[in-house]
């Protein structure tokens, strides 16, 4: 087999794991006035942007599917979908096939915070210590991914509101280098998951079992940055998990089942892909050198497996009529179909700026941005990307959702999670033209 040549510094453990920085393309929808009859006279056919950049991709085979939904409002969506689950495959993708969205998991756990807190269960700036003792007495490197004994302690106590925005000073082994990267993968403190073949450059540290045992024992080690100074991607929203499970006296895969999943008619979104639903699964495929290889099929894939643990940050697998439904409920405000899954306040708190005032964001992925429960937040709209190529957002202003699922890595081997927010307002710029 090839897989050999992923041995290449871009398809590394970092680059592969790590959730593209989703650009706010979407943002520019706030400027189209006329979006709303635009959208709700729009079809499948007249998104000539979104059409032609799926079409584009997979007709050059780049990747082996795309689907995309783009919904107004309460409106069931309109979907454009190409390709197979698998490269010479012939199960046509569609609304229902299923794709690993990483990082778009990190939205959803922000999101279950935000009920708890909604319920006063949980307090936004309530430190996490008093659910979590461990964490009461925390301590930072000096310097910046270097040593881990060289220490200062924390001057602040680690809250519910950082652990959702990044800003917590926690590490990422996707992110960090040197000792602390080491030490993480020592300690098992890996909350993603892309293969169970032996993929150089990937590594097969082995992740701890159980949310209680990844909580405490990350708590050992120390923080990258003080509490509250930094945006910086992290673990937060896996630690967000465990502080849930805590606060409801739930396991956090229950609770997102029961309190989110269920309510919001969401039957295809799993830490674990059933065996009844693996034909509608896609396969993941590693980009090397600008060619597509198997990296995770379907059929074999680590997401058949119960993971080591629920990982709030990137372990959910997802269909884009799911994914569409739980923006739908956001755009909502909380409802589908009449129904309440959240209430008005904690959805309209969770889309907004979150971020502690004494947290900087100059030089990071989100510079002159916000960025709410789990998701990245810019004049009217929220949303978040995945590592393997996934893209999703909901714009208030313009009352408008967008999803686009495909299955690559790393993400930043294409440009998608720029190019399809912008596709979407091209597109809607067009059809109020062609209606004024």
Not at 258 to 274: C, D, K, L, N, Y
Not at 375 to 383: A, T
């Given at each position: 087999m090839a897989y050999r040549e992923f041995d290449t510094p871009q398809m590394s453990r970092r680059a592969l794991l790590r959730?593209?920085?989703w650009l706010t393309a979407g943002a520019a929808l706030a400027g189209h006035p006329m979006g709303r009859m635009a959208f709700a006279?729009?079809?499948?056919?007249?998104?000539?942007?979104?059409?032609?950049?799926?079409?584009?991709?997979?007709?050059?085979?780049?990747?082996a599917n795309m689907v995309a939904t783009l919904g107004w409002g309460q409106r069931d969506p309109l979907t454009i979908a190409e390709g197979?689950?698998?490269?010479?495959?012939?199960?046509?993708?569609?609304?229902?096939?299923?794709?690993?969205?990483?990082?778009?998991?990190?939205?959803?756990?922000?999101?279950?915070?935000?009920?708890?807190?909604?319920?006063?269960?949980?307090?936004?700036?309530?430190?996490?210590?008093?659910?979590?003792?461990?964490?009461?007495?925390?301590?930072?490197?000096k310097t910046y991914d270097g040593s881990v004994t060289d220490l200062v302690p924390a001057e602040r106590p680690i809250t519910v509101r950082m652990?959702?925005?990044h800003t917590a000073g926690l590490g990422y082994g996707i992110v960090q280098k040197g000792p602390i990267q080491k030490l993480y993968e020592e300690q098992g403190l890996i909350p993603g998951q892309v293969s169970r073949l032996p993929i150089p450059g990937l590594g097969r540290a082995v992740a701890v079992q159980g949310l209680d045992v990844f909580a405490e024992r990350l708590a050992k080690a120390p923080l990258v940055l003080q509490p509250g100074t930094k945006w910086s991607y992290s673990v937060g929203l896996?630690?967000?998990?465990r502080v849930i499970e805590v606060a409801s006296g739930q396991k956090f895969d229950a609770f997102l089942k029961?309190?989110?999943?269920?309510?919001?008619?969401?039957?295809?979104?799993?830490?674990?892909?059933?065996q009844n639903a693996v034909d509608r699964f896609t396969t993941n495929y590693g980009i090397a050198n600008g060619v597509p290889l198997p990296i995770d099929p379907a059929k074999a894939s680590i997401y058949l497996d119960v993971p080591p643990f629920p990982m709030g940050g990137a372990g959910l697998v997802s269909s884009p009529r799911d994914y569409d439904r739980f923006l739908r409920m956001l755009l909502g405000y909380?409802?589908?179909?009449?129904?309440?899954?959240?209430?008005?306040?904690?959805?309209?708190?969770?889309?907004?700026?979150?971020?502690?005032?004494?947290?900087t964001t100059q030089g990071t992925w989100v510079e002159g941005q916000g960025f709410g429960a789990g998701?990245?937040?810019?004049?009217?709209?929220?949303?978040w990307g995945g590592a393997a190529g996934t893209v999703a957002f909901v714009n208030y202003k313009a009352g408008l959702r967008a999803n686009l699922m495909t299955q690559y890595m790393p993400s930043e081997a294409y440009p998608i999670h720029e190019a399809f927010p912008k596709a979407v307002v091209a597109d809607l710029a067009a059809m109020q033209g062609a209606k004024s």
């Open positions: 959730g593209g920085a006279q729009g079809t499948p056919a007249g998104w000539t942007n979104v059409r032609t950049m799926v079409d584009k991709y997979v007709s050059e085979r780049k990747v197979t689950l698998a490269l010479g495959g012939t199960s046509q993708a569609n609304a229902d096939s299923l794709y690993r969205i990483y990082s778009m998991t990190k939205p959803m756990t922000g999101m279950a915070a935000m009920i708890l807190i909604d319920e006063g269960t949980l307090g936004l700036d309530q430190p996490i210590a008093e659910l979590i003792p461990a964490y009461s007495k925390m301590m930072v490197q652990l959702m925005t896996d630690l967000l998990g029961q309190r989110i999943f269920e309510p919001a008619g969401m039957t295809s979104t799993f830490f674990t892909v059933p909380g409802k589908i179909d009449g129904k309440r899954v959240m209430g008005e306040l904690a959805v309209r708190v969770g889309t907004s700026n979150l971020l502690p005032e004494t947290a998701g990245r937040v810019s004049d009217g709209s929220y949303g």
